[in-house]
T-cell receptor, first 114, second 116 residues
Framework: GAVVSQHPSRVICKSGTSVKIECRSL??????MFWYRQFPKQSLMLMATSNEGSKATYEQGVEKDKFLINHASLTLSTLTVTSAHPEDSSFYIC??????????FGSGTRLTVV | AQSVTQPDIHITVSEGASLELRCNYSYGATPYLFWYVQSPGQGLQLLLK??????LVQGIKGFEAEFKRSQSSFNLRKPSVHWSDAAEYFC??????????????FGTGTRLTIIP
């Protein structure tokens, strides 16, 4: 079946530094990737949608200069949290899709900014 | 705009008892419907999905869900829960048209606790 690998699973960084999270589709080529943010005991909030080779489409209220998304290939998308602050601490989840084959989610990344 | 409502924030069920988790959706076009399960600190695992056809769909781990268009509902059921079913459950809706290229809209989730 479709597998999506998300790395790292946990990261702790200092305030003001940047963190990169990778999302890879291991056995299929993902035409579209989605990045979600999940606050404790809450649902998933879509941050942005990205298609290979084009700029990501950000949801309203999401700072594109802070959350940089790159989808350079059909199997890899990255989310970089720039100049991270404690309020950016959260659980980030990616999802990859290939048309009618549906959506496959990564296992998530717990970001803690100290 | 589409929306998903999961009325129950938290449900507690005895092991071996039956389970029903409610989901209502609002969508202007033909919806695709999903149920996902999330264990603490983990991503989402697909339990089942409804695209078309038989309105009663079977999923993994003994779960099933019934699509009722007249009630805009897609409730998840299991006849006998196991302690390992304790998790967070999310209902989601997606566009039938352009499927896979557009986002899923998630409900707020239902946390399931299993007691011995």
């Amino acid at each position: 079946g479709a597998v999506v690998s998300q790395h790292p699973s946990r990261v702790i960084c200092k305030s003001g530094t940047s963190v990169k999270i990778e999302c890879r589709s291991l056995d299929f080529q993902a035409t579209t990737m989605f990045w979600y943010r999940q606050f404790p005991k809450q649902s998933l909030m879509l941050m942005a949608t990205s298609n290979e080779g084009s700029k990501a489409t950000y949801e309203q209220g999401v700072e594109k200069d802070k959350f940089l998304i790159n989808h350079a290939s059909l199997t890899l998308s990255t989310l970089t949290v720039t100049s991270a602050h404690p309020e950016d601490s959260s659980f980030y989840i990616c999802s990859a899709s290939k048309g009618v084959y549906g959506y496959t989610f990564g296992s998530g990344t717990r970001l803690t900014v100290v | 705009a589409q929306s998903v409502t999961q009325p129950d924030i938290h449900i507690t069920v005895s092991e071996g008892a039956s389970l029903e988790l409610r989901c209502n959706y609002s969508y202007g076009a033909t919806p695709y419907l999903f149920w996902y399960v999330q264990s603490p600190g983990q991503g989402l695992q697909l339990l089942l999905k409804y695209f078309s056809g038989d309105t009663l769909v079977q999923g993994i781990k003994g779960f099933e869900a019934e699509f009722k268009r007249s009630q805009s509902s897609f409730n998840l059921r299991k006849p006998s829960v196991h302690w390992s079913d304790a998790a967070e459950y999310f209902c989601a809706v997606g566009a039938a048209s352009n499927f896979g290229n557009e986002k899923l809209t998630f409900g707020t989730g239902t946390r399931l606790t299993i007691i011995p």
